[in-house]
């Protein structure tokens, strides 16, 4: 194999990087958006959250329930989930899963509740599924490289 020829083939295999690791993204954020809608589907009602005074409260000091699941009552926050991936820029790929429900912004706490860490606990139980399905893509760039 010659000069060019070598460089012809470190081109395509990083083509097929690209486009496995943003195959892999798009799986990771599919992914991503089922585990926050599942934590968007706590069985709470605002009767029943009025009920139990309120236990997001910050007059409480911290949450009386799991401040990361989201209680269901309509469902719009559950919907309003949402994945989105760019193209790469310098180097990275953005991809995202955000939720545009107008209550979306007290997530991170108002006076009244605590912040509730629905993104973090998403990103957390995410982690393994994105570095796996990561690897299996890197994987599969090399093995190609090799054939």
């Known amino acids: 194999m010659d000069l060019n020829e070598f460089k012809r083939e470190l081109r395509k295999r990083e083509t097929a990087l690209r486009n496995g690791i943003k195959k892999a993204e798009g799986k990771s954020a599919t992914a991503g958006k089922r585990i926050a809608q599942k934590l968007s589907s706590g069985p709470y009602s605002s009767e029943e959250l009025a009920a139990m005074d309120h236990p997001y409260a ?10 990361a699941v989201i209680n269901a009552q309509s469902g719009a926050f559950r919907r309003d989930w949402k994945t989105g991936q760019g193209d790469w820029v310098e180097g990275s790929l ?17 006076k009244k509740m605590v912040p509730r860490p629905i993104e973090e606990l998403t990103a957390k139980i995410l982690e393994p599924v994105r570095n796996e399905n990561l690897s299996n893509a890197i994987e599969k760039a090399i093995e190609g490289a090799s054939k």
């Open 58 to 67: 910050r007059r409480h000091g911290a949450a009386q329930i799991d401040p």
């Open 94 to 110: 953005l991809t995202t899963v955000e939720n545009d429900n107008r209550v979306a912004k007290f997530m991170h706490g108002t």
